[in-house]
């Protein structure tokens, strides 16, 4: 009577061919008894990573009643009975024997187990991440030839390409099947709906002058934000703060983001900053007199780089001798002062002032309605308003002389006192009570 001996698979059916050989006592063979097998199926078998090949034997009787001995590669690595799970390469067989007659059946290499590694589904972008309106990202799984690509938004399929572009929240998956037919499922991308930052600046339309710089500030909704400044259509990289010094004429704004979101992205008001330039006044020198140009708001008159005083309009005559410089203010608040004009006068002109001789006096100063005027020598005498048109002129020889001042309002005037050569040798304040 012949035992039929098999070995099956559940997942992979091993081929079984067994050569039953039976001992005798000591090492003797029992001729009289055959041992052989149904062999099902044969061929290689290949599994994915973290699948398995089981293995099994169909036997007559109770599992219990052989020695179960599974060989991988020739060495023996398990006794489990009736049934083997392979979960790695190699060349698998049973040896089986039988308990009660010591029938011994061994399998041929029935099955080469080869284990395919799994592909590698991951997401290129990390969560948990933000997406506010408009705002939009591709995401990237990879690209290999023969592969195939599921992506899943919320469970339901989205897309079936290397890639998908994300445009809102939900939870994004993708899952890659390769060549040998072994899947992998990436882990979940969290994208979070959001609403973008709100920015405003602390100036708009603000005007400097050259040397000065305006600060300005980007006023945010909240903090932990990115700033990225503008002037026009160009980027400024050497500032990235809530804060910035400006020092350029042009169109300002800020651009406010938050840090990993996508989309989340705003951009301010933009504030108009003028530089505007210092004014560059030229002094012209007529002799002892000294004028800069019309058009300025204030003068500041300055010998040796002190200021004279009382010397605040776009004329001054040099009494003497140095450095005369003026500092001007324009329409825009802006100052500028003019290059160093040096003055030495005639001898002349200064003599009766360095011998302690006044050149002329002038009395009473306040007047009311008589001035004196006692010169030394011949003068010639010129009464101006602030803005420096002549209203009153005198000239006379040397002695006292009375001049009536009822020609002019009361009120702030200056004079200018110049010799027979016109030289000025006197300038200064009258008070008409």
Same mark, same amino acid.
């Given at each position: 009577?012949?035992?039929?001996?098999?070995?099956?698979?559940? $997942? !992979?059916?091993?081929?079984?061919?067994?050569?039953?050989?039976?001992?005798?006592?000591?090492?003797?063979?029992?001729?009289?008894?055959?041992?052989?097998?149904?062999? %099902?199926?044969?061929?290689?078998?290949?599994?994915?990573?973290?699948?398995?090949?089981?293995?099994?034997?169909?036997?007559?009787?109770?599992?219990?009643?052989?020695?179960?001995?599974?060989?991988?590669?020739?060495?023996?690595?398990?006794?489990?009975?009736?049934?083997?799970?392979?979960?790695?390469?190699?060349?698998?067989?049973?040896? =089986? %024997?039988?308990?009660?007659?010591?029938?011994?059946?061994?399998?041929?290499?029935?099955?080469?187990?080869?284990?395919?590694?799994?592909?590698?589904?991951?997401?290129?972008?990390?969560?948990?991440?933000?997406?506010?309106?408009?705002?939009?990202?591709?995401?990237?799984?990879?690209?290999? $030839?023969?592969?195939?690509?599921?992506?899943?938004?919320?469970?339901?399929? !989205?897309?079936?390409?290397?890639?998908?572009?994300?445009?809102?929240?939900?939870? &994004?998956? !993708?899952?890659? %099947?390769?060549?040998?037919?072994?899947?992998?499922?990436?882990?979940?991308? @969290?994208?979070?709906?959001?609403?973008?930052?709100?920015?405003? @600046? *602390?100036?708009?339309?603000?005007?400097?002058?050259?040397?000065?710089?305006?600060?300005?500030?980007?006023?945010?909704?909240?903090?932990?934000? =990115?700033?990225?400044?503008?002037?026009?259509?160009?980027?400024? %990289?050497?500032?990235?703060?809530?804060?910035?010094?400006?020092?350029?004429?042009?169109?300002?704004?800020?651009?406010?983001?938050?840090?990993?979101?996508?989309?989340?992205?705003?951009?301010?008001?933009?504030?108009?900053? $003028?530089?505007?330039?210092?004014?560059?006044?030229?002094?012209?020198?007529?002799?002892?007199?000294?004028?800069?140009?019309?058009?300025?708001?204030?003068?500041?008159?300055?010998?040796?780089?002190?200021?004279?005083?009382?010397?605040?309009?776009? *004329?001054?005559?040099?009494?003497?001798?140095?450095?005369?410089?003026?500092?001007?203010?324009?329409?825009?608040?802006?100052?500028?002062?003019?290059?160093?004009?040096?003055?030495?006068?005639?001898?002349?002109?200064?003599?009766?002032?360095?011998?302690?001789?006044?050149?002329?006096?002038?009395?009473?100063?306040?007047?009311?309605?008589?001035?004196? !005027?006692?010169?030394?020598?011949?003068?010639?005498?010129?009464?101006?308003?602030?803005?420096?048109?002549?209203?009153?002129?005198?000239?006379?020889?040397?002695?006292?002389?009375?001049?009536?001042?009822?020609?002019?309002?009361?009120?702030?005037?200056? &004079?200018?006192?110049?010799?027979?050569?016109?030289?000025?040798?006197?300038?200064?304040?009258?008070?008409?009570?």
């Amino acid at each position: 009577m012949k035992k039929q001996l098999q070995i099956t698979g559940r $997942t !992979v059916f091993i081929p079984f061919l067994a050569i039953l050989i039976c001992l005798m006592a000591g090492s003797a063979i029992k001729t009289n008894a055959q041992c052989s097998t149904q062999q %099902t199926p044969n061929g290689n078998r290949s599994i994915c990573e973290g699948g398995s090949v089981s293995m099994s034997a169909r036997i007559m009787g109770d599992p219990s009643d052989y020695i179960w001995e599974w060989e991988k590669d020739g060495i023996i690595i398990s006794t489990i009975e009736n049934v083997y799970n392979a979960t790695t390469s190699g060349e698998y067989r049973l040896i =089986l %024997t039988e308990k009660s007659t010591s029938c011994r059946a061994v399998s041929p290499n029935l099955t080469i187990v080869t284990v395919n590694p799994l592909p590698v589904a991951v997401i290129d972008l990390t969560g948990p991440v933000e997406i506010c309106p408009g705002g939009e990202v591709t995401i990237d799984a990879g690209s290999h $030839t023969g592969f195939q690509y599921e992506w899943f938004k919320d469970g339901s399929m !989205v897309g079936v390409n290397p890639t998908y572009t994300v445009e809102e929240g939900g939870s &994004y998956r !993708v899952r890659v %099947t390769d060549t040998n037919s072994c899947v992998d499922t990436s882990d979940v991308l @969290l994208v979070n709906d959001g609403t973008p930052p709100v920015v405003s @600046l *602390s100036l708009q339309d603000t005007s400097v002058c050259a040397g000065e710089a305006v600060l300005l500030e980007a006023l945010v909704s909240e903090p932990d934000l =990115l700033f990225l400044w503008q002037h026009g259509q160009d980027t400024v %990289t050497d500032s990235d703060s809530a804060f910035i010094e400006i020092n350029r004429t042009g169109l300002w704004s800020v651009i406010v983001s938050r840090s990993g979101a996508i989309g989340c992205d705003a951009i301010s008001d933009t504030a108009v900053i $003028t530089v505007n330039p210092l004014p560059a006044p030229q002094i012209v020198r007529d002799e002892a007199e000294l004028h800069v140009p019309e058009g300025y708001v204030s003068y500041r008159w300055m010998l040796n780089g002190s200021d004279i005083n009382g010397a605040d309009t776009r *004329s001054w005559t040099a009494v003497e001798d140095g450095d005369y410089s003026v500092s001007v203010t324009d329409s825009n608040g802006c100052t500028g002062v003019s290059p160093v004009e040096s003055v030495t006068l005639p001898a002349s002109s200064v003599a009766a002032f360095e011998h302690n001789e006044p050149f002329v006096k002038i009395y009473p100063n306040p007047a009311r309605n008589v001035l004196t !005027v006692d010169a030394v020598t011949s003068f010639h005498m010129e009464i101006s308003g602030l803005t420096g048109k002549v209203l009153l002129q005198h000239s006379g020889s040397a002695g006292k002389h009375l001049l009536s001042l009822d020609a002019l309002p009361a009120g702030l005037y200056l &004079y200018r006192i110049t010799d027979d050569r016109k030289i000025t040798v006197h300038t200064g304040k009258l008070i008409r009570q």
